[in-house]
């Protein structure tokens, strides 16, 4: 899944949670039903960059409440 922004590094996503940003997901293309609730993988920058990071991460309707 990716993070509605496009952030370019795992620090900068980190350091927007600790912040108390809101960070929402998504699942592009549509190919697989969303998860709204639960553990979630996501992965970044978005495609077509190549994918530099990746982190789990726990969402309730669809927003981020915890990452590792």
Request: net charge positive.
């Amino acid at each position: 899944m990716y993070t509605v922004k496009n952030y370019r590094t795992k620090k900068q996503l980190i350091e927007e949670f600790k912040a108390g940003v809101k960070i929402r997901v998504y699942q592009p293309g549509g190919l697989f039903p969303a998860v709204l609730n639960g553990e979630i993988a996501l992965e970044g920058p978005h495609f077509p960059e190549p994918h530099r990071w990746y982190a789990q991460a726990t969402i309730k309707d669809g927003v981020v409440v915890k990452v590792k």
